[in-house]
Nanobody, 115 residues
Framework: QVQLVESGGGSVQAGGSLSLSCAASGNIFSIHTLGWYRQAPGKQRELVATISGAVTNYANSVKGRFTISTNNAATTVYLQMNSLKPEDTGVYYC??????????WGQGTQVTVSS
């Protein structure tokens, strides 16, 4: 079992920055990929960014604005969000995928960007 707890988020004006964190606990040694996803009202949950070792992957909509990273132990994943746009508004979820293809989700944290 893996537990994921997000922190950060909040409200900001367009053009501003926010930082999210997600701390993993439990069977952390089985995690091979950590990622951030988001869900806007009335829309499906979508990928924002993932990181596996030194390999990162970003949605086209956030490339150049968002940066995903982890601490050295890869037990915490961060998402630095710059140049935020109103369309970045949504609930942001942390996801961990293990070597056994199990998927774990955090509880989500709200990000609101006003124009």
């Amino acid at each position: 079992q893996v537990q994921l707890v997000e922190s950060g988020g909040g409200s900001v004006q367009a053009g501003g920055s926010l930082s999210l964190s997600c701390a993993a606990s439990g069977n952390i040694f089985s995690i091979h990929t950590l990622g951030w996803y988001r869900q806007a009202p009335g829309k499906q949950r979508e990928l924002v960014a993932t990181i596996s070792g030194a390999v990162t992957n970003y949605a086209n909509s956030v490339k150049g604005r968002f940066t995903i990273s982890t601490n050295n132990a890869a037990t915490t994943v961060y998402l630095q969000m710059n140049s935020l746009k109103p369309e970045d508004t949504g609930v942001y979820y942390c996801k961990g995928t293990t070597d056994y293809r199990e998927e774990y989700w955090g509880q989500g944290t709200q990000v609101t960007v006003s124009s």
